[in-house]
Nanobody, 121 residues
Framework: VQLQASGGGLVQVGGSLRLSCVAS????????MGWLRQAPGKEREFVAR????????DYGDSVKGRFTISRDVTKNTVYLQMNELKPEDTAVYYC???????????????WGQGTEVTVSS
């Protein structure tokens, strides 16, 4: 599975961005797809994940109510709609996929390159 993330950029506080992640290769293996982020000097943090088949979702506490993860089966793409952005959302965002469900929110089989999000105040 190859993952290609895009959509990052510079946005003002309170603004919105939508990240996209296109999966290619053996996409039938992408049972769970997720977004994680890493800010400078900090550990990687879970943001959101979605079950490709059931569409059930999980969110990190810091983004609940502001971010929405979704997927488009026809495009093999997962999205992260980010609203009400805050300076603390500034990070490199990574798309990831797992071939099976895991209780761990940060363990995945495949990783894409990051896309940088900067929220300016």
């Amino acid at each position: 599975v190859q993952l290609q993330a895009s959509g990052g950029g510079l946005v003002q506080v309170g603004g919105s961005l939508r990240l996209s992640c296109v999966a290619s290769g053996h996409t039938f293996a992408s049972a769970i797809m997720g977004w994680l982020r890493q800010a400078p000097g900090k550990e990687r943090e879970f943001v959101a994940r979605i079950n490709w088949n059931s569409m059930s979702t999980d969110y990190g506490d810091s983004v609940k109510g502001r971010f929405t993860i979704s997927r488009d089966v026809t495009k093999n793409t997962v999205y992260l709609q980010m609203n009400e952005l805050k300076p603390e959302d500034t990070a490199v965002y990574y798309c990831a996929a797992s071939s099976r469900y895991r209780s761990s929110l940060t363990t995945y089989d495949y990783w894409g390159q990051g896309t940088e999000v900067t929220v300016s105040s």
